[in-house]
C-alpha cells in the first residue's frame, strides 16, 4: 500500500511526521497532491489540547494542491487540475446547506460539547498537513484556482481570508461605518481586509505586537492601537467622540477581548465574534447594558465551498486585496514539527507559515 508523510497528533504537546497509507478515493471523493499548506491556530489549540480530536489523526485544513484522482462520480474537473478547497466542506445537500448555512453542515452532539459544524479536515477526518489529502463531496468542495494566482496568492482563502471576510459581513458592515477589530492576527487582519472591501470609513485594530500593528496598517487600519499603552475601549471611544463603533470584530477568542469588544459598542452596535473559546464565556452585565442596549451578538464559522472559494479567489485576482504578505515563513513538510515550534511561541514576528511537501 503506498504510503505518504503527514502531520500527527499524538497526545497534547506532540505533532509528529509520520508515514501513513495515501487514502483510497471513493465515489464522490477527490484525492489532491498538496503543494502548498500552512498551519492555523486552530491547529495550535488542538496541539495544547484545548480542543479534542483523535490521537493519529492528520491536522490541517487549508490546502492547495493538484488533483491526483477522482471518484468515479465526480464530474466537471479532471486529474491534474489545480484546485483549492475550503476548510469547511459542506456537503450541498444537507438541512444545513439548504437553509444557507453550509458551514453548520455537521453532526450535532447529543451528549458533552464539541463544536464541529462543517470542519472535517484536521478534525474529524485527515486533514492537509501531508502529501495527500482526500476531500469528501468533491463537486461541492473542489475549486480551480486560476493559473495566474500563486499558492499563495491563494493559500489564505481555504480558511483565514474566508473568515476574516466572514466577520464583516456577519457584522453587517456598512458604507461609512466605524469598525475595531481585536486582535491582529491573520484572521484579524483579514477582518480588516474584509471590513475595508465592505466600505467602513475608519478601522481600528487592537494588539500589541508591532510586527502586527505594521501589518494592519497596511492591510487597510486607519488607527492601530496598542492595548498596553491604555484600555482599548477608551481609546476607541477618544477616536470616534465618545460614540463607539459600529460593529467590533473580535478575534482572538479570550473572555477579556469578548467583553472589550461589547463595552466598544455604540448603542445597537453589533459585535461579530471570530474568536475559538477554549474557556466558558461570561456576559458582563454592565457591558451588555442589562440586555437593554438592543446590542446583536454575531457568531461565525469559516464559510466554506467551491462557490465561497472561487469568490474569494475573484478578490485575489482583482487586486483589490493582497494575502501574500501574511506568508512570513516557509518551512518544507519534512520540518513541519519546527514549524509548529515557531508558530506556537509567535517567533520572529511570524503572522502564517506556508508548508510545502
Known amino acids: ?66 488533483i491526483e484522482k477522482l471518484g468515479s462520480a465526480v464530474m466537471g474537473y479532471a486529474e491534474g487540475q489545480r484546485v483549492i478547497a475550503g476548510a469547511i466542506t459542506p456537503s450541498g445537500h444537507s438541512y444545513a446547506c439548504l437553509c444557507g448555512f ?3 453542515d455537521g453532526p450535532r452532539e447529543k451528549h458533552g460539547f464539541k ?67 481585536f486582535a491582529l492576527g491573520p484572521i484579524g487582519l483579514s477582518a480588516v481586509a474584509g471590513a475595508r472591501l465592505m466600505g467602513a470609513t475608519r478601522i481600528i485594530g487592537v494588539d500589541t505586537v508591532p510586527a502586527r500593528l505594521a501589518a494592519a496598517r497596511r492591510m487597510g487600519c486607519d488607527e492601530a492601537i496598542d492595548f498596553r499603552a491604555g484600555d482599548p475601549v477608551e481609546q476607541i471611544l477618544a477616536l470616534t467622540d465618545g460614540r463607539g463603533v459600529d460593529v467590533a470584530i473580535e ?77 512570513t515563513h516557509r518551512f518544507k513538510l519534512d520540518d513541519i514539527e519546527k514549524a509548529y515550534e515557531l508558530f506556537a511561541h509567535q517567533r520572529d514576528g511570524v503572522l502564517k507559515v506556508a508548508i510545502t511537501p
Open 1 to 66: 500500500m503506498p504510503k505518504m508523510r503527514a502531520a500527527i497528533f499524538v497526545e497534547p504537546g506532540r505533532i509528529v511526521l509520520e508515514d501513513k497509507p495515501v487514502p483510497d478515493v471513493g465515489p464522490l471523493d477527490a484525492l489532491i497532491r498538496v503543494t502548498t499548506t500552512t498551519i492555523c491556530g486552530t491547529d495550535v489549540h488542538i496541539l495544547k489540547g484545548e480542543y479534542p480530536v483523535s490521537g493519529g489523526l492528520t491536522v490541517g485544513h487549508e490546502p492547495v494542491g493538484v
Open 102 to 104: 453550509g458551514s453548520q
Open 115 to 181: 463544536p464541529t459544524g462543517g470542519w472535517r479536515f484536521g478534525n474529524t477526518i485527515d486533514g492537509a498537513q501531508a502529501d495527500y489529502l482526500l476531500v469528501p463531496d468533491a463537486m461541492a468542495n473542489l475549486a480551480p484556482a486560476p493559473d495566474a494566482l500563486s499558492d499563495e496568492q491563494v493559500l489564505m482563502c481555504p480558511d483565514i481570508m474566508s473568515t476574516g471576510f466572514s466577520g464583516a459581513e456577519r457584522g453587517g458592515v456598512r458604507i461609512g461605518d466605524a469598525v475595531a477589530v
Open 251 to 327: 478575534a482572538l477568542g479570550t473572555p477579556a477581548t469578548f467583553e472589550a469588544a461589547l463595552r466598544a459598542l455604540r448603542p445597537g452596535g453589533v459585535l461579530s465574534s471570530l474568536g475559538v473559546y477554549s474557556k466558558d464565556l461570561t456576559i458582563p452585565v454592565g457591558a451588555f447594558a442589562a440586555g437593554l442596549g438592543d446590542h446583536t451578538i454575531v457568531t461565525t464559522l469559516c464559510p466554506g465551498g467551491k462557490e465561497r472559494m472561487r469568490r474569494l479567489m475573484a478578490v485575489i485576482a482583482s487586486g483589490r486585496v493582497d494575502m501574500r504578505p501574511l506568508v
